[in-house]
Structure formats: structure tokens, C-alpha cells
């Protein structure tokens, strides 16, 4: 099993910034790639950024490309999502996954992970 926790979620004013972060436990957290999805109210889960085992490959929803960026430290067992130039249409609760493999390209918006988080709240104000 491999236990996911995140935070840095907030409110935030739009063109701000955040930054999420996940914390693993449980399993060697290398040998997981990891994604970021998110959901808004009346809406369905989204897939946001993914990131290899390594973390030497991303991917990015369009939505948030050049805005977001992934990262992670497998020293430290924790994967980043910082998120600039927030808009109001970001709003969503944020989870972070993981999976034994890495998705690519537009295989990561259907992509199945095993383990998620329980999610952090980000609202960003008009």
C-alpha cells in the first residue's frame, strides 16, 4: 500500500500562485510514477500533470501547460505541483496519484492509477 497525503492548498487571488505538495508513504516511493487531477464542483475528475519515476519526463493537461509544473524528491518521498497565473476556472479539490507505471501523452487523461490522496481544496478568487 502506499499512502498519499497532500497540502498547500488555499485561496488564492487570481494571477497568484500556489504550491501543492504530496507526501508518500509505505512503498519505495521511485518506484511510482505520479500524476496531479483535479475536481471542481458538478464536474468530473480531470487529469492535470504527470510525472515519471525519475521525474525526467511530464506531461501536462492543455489547460494548465506553462502555467503548472511537476516535480519531485525521491529523497524526500514527495511530489510538487506549483501552480502560477492562477485562474477562478482552477478551483477544484487537487489529488495526487500513483501508479507502477508511467502514462504518455494523451494516455495519461485516461490513465488509472491505484493509489490517490484524499485531496487539498484550491480556490482561486476573481
Known amino acids: 500500500q502506499v499512502q498519499l497525503v497532500e497540502s498547500g492548498g488555499g485561496l488564492v487571488q487570481a494571477g497568484g500562485s500556489l504550491r501543492l505538495s504530496c507526501a508518500a508513504s509505505?512503498?519505495?516511493?521511485?518506484?511510482?510514477?505520479m500524476g496531479w487531477f483535479r475536481q471542481a464542483p458538478g464536474k468530473e475528475r480531470e487529469f492535470v500533470a504527470a510525472?515519471?519515476?525519475?521525474?525526467?519526463?511530464?506531461y501536462y493537461a492543455d489547460s494548465v501547460k506553462v502555467r503548472f509544473t511537476i516535480s519531485r524528491d525521491n529523497a524526500k518521498n514527495t511530489v510538487y505541483l506549483q501552480m502560477n497565473s492562477l485562474k477562478p476556472e482552477d478551483t477544484a479539490v487537487y489529488y495526487c496519484?500513483?501508479?507502477?507505471?508511467?502514462?504518455?501523452?494523451?494516455?495519461?487523461?485516461?490513465?488509472?492509477?491505484?493509489?490517490w490522496g484524499q485531496g487539498t481544496q484550491v480556490t482561486v478568487s476573481s
Open positions: 496519484a500513483a501508479d507502477t507505471y508511467y502514462c504518455s501523452g494523451y494516455g495519461c487523461y485516461g490513465h488509472e492509477y491505484d493509489y
Open positions: 509505505g512503498r519505495t516511493f521511485s518506484n511510482y510514477a
Open positions: 510525472i515519471s519515476k525519475s521525474g525526467h519526463s511530464t
